[in-house]
């Protein structure tokens, strides 16, 4: 078999895969996915949001923004002592994998970059392969990362860039690119994908994911966000995202970049065991789970639900020596 990975993808060629009859197209992700991955493994990875709330951003759909009147609570950047007992604690339940999320717009050089260096380096010392998200970044914060062991940086593009501007004022589409574009030069792998269910049309999803598919190098890891509703955003009240959307989402990242790790990530507490199981027909190879049940500041499934879920399906959490595991605490 000769696998390759296109690059000159075109917008009329995603959205021709994307329209295709619905089990067509699973069937045709479904091959893609077995030609490149173990078809029984998903990357279980563990998410902790080392600062909460507050952001000066606007995005529509975050609670986390400081303009909005949610529920969630404003956390300081937490203790870094407190970062590493977690992430000994999800090394300890089988991750291999964690992830820290700031809600900052951008990273400053201030002691709190220092500290998250602090944490990055702990965590790395664990041997766990450290994920950061902390907003807009130089190369040189890059490269400050990167010496200190970070593996990946999750930035999402989150929507198409015509229709970004309907869902964000505070920062433009092109940041998002520069800030990828920093991460590649230090040598961090990149974790970039989007969100479904803000407005958007079908051709603004194409659109997103031909931006992925036409980088230089793919993502490493393309996240596939369901809107989650979260009550005082401006976008509470749009509906529930249908899960034939979700599977269409994911096969057409999975055929048109099929090296990559796609993640059904936010959206999953909507859904049934039945529904994410056509997800993971259709490429899904990457959830996130924790036993505090949260995705960050929404509602996610339970470990014990996901492992009993994966052992009804047939599925086993990738091994460290594959793609490497992630849990979310």
């Not at 991750?95 to 717009?105: E, H, I, L, T």
């Not at 990362?145 to 501007?165: K, R, W």
């Amino acid at each position: 078999m000769n696998k390759q990975v296109r690059h000159d993808w075109t917008k009329n060629e995603i959205q021709a895969i994307y329209d295709q009859p619905l089990l067509e197209l699973v069937y045709q992700a479904a091959t893609v996915h077995r030609e490149w991955h173990k078809s029984s493994e998903v990357q279980v990875c563990t998410l902790l949001s080392v600062k909460t709330g507050g952001c000066p951003e606007d995005c529509s759909y975050c609670g986390q923004a400081a303009r909005y009147h949610t529920d969630i609570k404003v956390q300081a950047l937490l203790p870094t002592q407190t970062v590493i007992e977690h992430a000994q604690k999800a090394k300890e339940s089988g991750s291999s994998r964690f992830c820290m999320a700031a809600a900052w717009r951008e990273v400053r050089n201030n002691k709190d970059f220092d500290r998250v260096i602090d944490m990055v380096k702990g965590v790395n010392d664990l041997g766990l392969e450290v994920c950061c998200t902390l907003g807009m970044l130089t190369e040189e914060q890059a490269v400050r990362l990167q010496e200190a062991g970070l593996h990946a940086y999750n930035h999402n593009l989150d929507t198409s860039e015509s229709y970004y501007d309907e869902i964000i004022s505070t920062r433009k589409f092109d940041q998002r690119i520069d800030t990828i574009n920093n991460v590649r030069k230090a040598g961090i792998t990149v974790c970039s994908g989007g969100i479904i269910g803000l407005g958007e049309t079908s051709a603004d999803r194409v659109s997103m994911l031909l931006t992925l598919a036409t980088m230089p190098s793919h993502p490493e890891s393309v996240p596939v966000n369901a809107l989650a509703r979260v009550k005082g955003t401006p976008l509470e009240n749009n509906p529930k995202v249908p899960v034939w959307d979700m599977v269409r989402m994911i096969a057409t990242a999975r055929i048109i970049m099929p090296a990559s790790i796609v993640r059904l990530s936010a959206g999953r507490i909507e859904m049934t065991e039945e529904e994410q199981a056509w997800c993971f027909m259709a490429g899904a190879n990457s959830i996130f789970t924790g036993e505090r049940e949260t995705l960050l500041v929404t509602p996610n499934p339970g470990v014990s639900e996901d492992m009993q879920m994966f052992q009804n399906l047939g599925l086993k959490p990738m091994t460290k020596e594959n793609k490497k595991a992630c849990t979310i605490v």
